[in-house]
């Protein structure tokens, strides 16, 4: 029962991520239209044909794929440097896109870091008089 509910989506979902990892020309409002057409192709067939559920992936994911790219087609491309190392196929290889996002990621982080570094002296400062106060009090009320 579960996986005939589940065939609905899991076809459209599936064509989704290949329209996203084999496609360079894919967008986000192709993706979405896949989708879309992926599940209302899936109810047309459970409505209209007599096929097992098993099948229902299939269709989805082909309509999704379908739909998808073609509204693609029709849409902005995406950026080629948001693409790299994302799509297959790609001439760079994936370590050294990686290494240089984590380069970006760790000049982002001493940035924040740096912020953060000018409020310890304050904290600091803060937590040895409030710790000399608790000591006065422990000390005059225990006399």
């Not at 020309?25 to 057409?37: C, E």
């Not at 989805?60 to 029709?74: P, T």
């Amino acid at each position: 029962m579960v996986n005939e509910i589940g065939s609905y989506f899991y076809g459209a979902l599936l064509g989704v991520f290949i329209l996203a990892i084999f496609f360079r020309r894919a967008n986000g409002t192709g993706a979405f239209a896949g989708v879309i057409a992926g599940m209302l192709a899936v109810w047309a067939v459970v409505t209209f044909a007599d096929i097992s559920f098993l099948y229902n992936n299939v269709v989805g994911a082909v309509v999704a794929v379908a739909v998808g790219y073609v509204v693609s087609l029709f849409g902005k491309a995406p950026v080629k440097e948001k693409l790299a190392g994302l799509v297959f196929g790609d001439t760079e290889p994936v370590q050294e896109v990686l290494k240089r996002r984590q380069s970006e990621a760790d000049k982002v982080k001493e940035i924040e870091e740096e912020k953060t570094m000018k409020k310890w002296p304050y904290i600091l400062v803060g937590y040895f008089f409030v710790t000399l106060l608790i000591l006065y009090i422990i000390q005059t009320t225990t006399m």
